[in-house]
């Protein structure tokens, strides 16, 4: 299996190897994310007051929820997509409807 592969059997074979080439992406966005957070705090801190700085840091597990629950909804759907595929229920899989 070609790691950046488009096209990945998540039906046959070993789970470890997909799971890692699922589980990169996810890790690089959490760092991005602080890498983020990183630069905004120094940005105020130098250029604002510790107050700015201060209320940065408040904010960030109120953005912290709303990712993770955004997370979660896209999970949800994830489990319900790959139930059908597993059943190699193609048809009901592709006509799921949002809403």
């Known amino acids: 299996m070609a ?3 488009k096209n990945i059997d998540m039906l046959n074979g070993t789970i470890w190897d997909k799971m890692v080439v699922f589980a990169i992406p996810l890790a690089l966005t959490g760092v991005l994310q602080q890498l983020y957070n990183l630069a905004d705090v120094a940005v105020l801190g130098h250029f ?3 107050e700015a700085v201060a209320a940065v840091g408040t ?3 109120i953005v ?3 990712v993770a629950f955004c997370i979660g ?3 949800g759907a994830n489990v319900v997509v790959a139930r059908y595929l597993g059943m190699r ?3 009901d899989a592709s006509s799921l ?3």
């Open 3 to 5: 790691i950046f592969s």
């Open 48 to 50: 604002v007051s510790n």
């Open 59 to 61: 904010n960030v597990p």
């Open 64 to 66: 912290g929820l709303i």
């Open 73 to 75: 909804l896209s999970i």
């Open 89 to 91: 229920k193609y048809d």
């Open 97 to 99: 409807k949002v809403g």
